[in-house]
C-alpha cells in the first residue's frame, strides 16, 4: 500500500519561512505503473481542512488564493517527494499541514483522497 510521510514542520515568526517534505513510499495494489496526485492541505482544529497546494497528474500546480506568492510546490518524481517552501508566513498559516495522494483522480480534491500523512505542525508567531 501506498505511505505519506511528513516532515519539516515547526515554530517560526511571522516573515519567516519554513520546507515541508513529503515522501510517497510503496505502490497502491503493489502496481507501480499507477501515477498520483499529490497535495497538501491543512487544518485548523475545529475548522475544515483546506487545500493548500496540489499537483495533477499532468504536472499542474493549483495553489490556494490565500499562499499565491508565498508558497511554492515542487515535486521530484524520481523520489516520489512533494516539498512545499513556505516564505513570508503569516499567523494565520498556523496550522497543522497534511500530505495527501490519490492514484484515481488526475486533480487531488482533498475531500476523496484516499491516503494521507500523518501531519506536520506549522505554528507562526506574530
Known amino acids: 500500500q501506498v505511505q505519506l510521510a511528513e516532515s519539516g514542520g515547526g515554530s517560526v515568526q511571522a516573515g519567516g519561512s519554513l520546507k515541508l517534505s513529503c515522501v510517497r513510499s510503496g505502490h497502491m495494489f503493489g502496481n507501480p505503473r499507477y501515477t498520483y496526485c499529490m497535495g497538501w492541505f491543512r487544518q485548523v482544529k475545529g475548522t475544515e481542512r483546506e487545500e493548500v497546494a496540489t499537483?495533477?497528474?499532468?504536472?499542474?500546480?493549483k495553489y490556494a488564493e490565500s499562499v499565491k506568492g508565498r508558497f511554492t510546490a515542487s515535486q521530484d518524481t524520481a523520489k516520489n517527494t512533494l516539498d512545499l517552501q513556505m516564505s513570508n508566513l503569516k499567523p494565520e498559516d498556523t496550522a497543522i499541514y497534511y500530505c495527501?495522494?490519490?492514484?484515481?483522480?488526475?486533480?487531488?480534491?482533498?475531500?476523496?483522497?484516499?491516503?494521507w500523512g500523518q501531519g506536520t505542525l506549522v505554528n507562526v508567531s506574530s
Open positions: 499537483i495533477d497528474t499532468d504536472g499542474t500546480i
Open positions: 495527501g495522494a490519490d492514484h484515481r483522480f488526475l486533480h487531488c480534491d482533498g475531500r476523496y483522497l484516499a491516503v
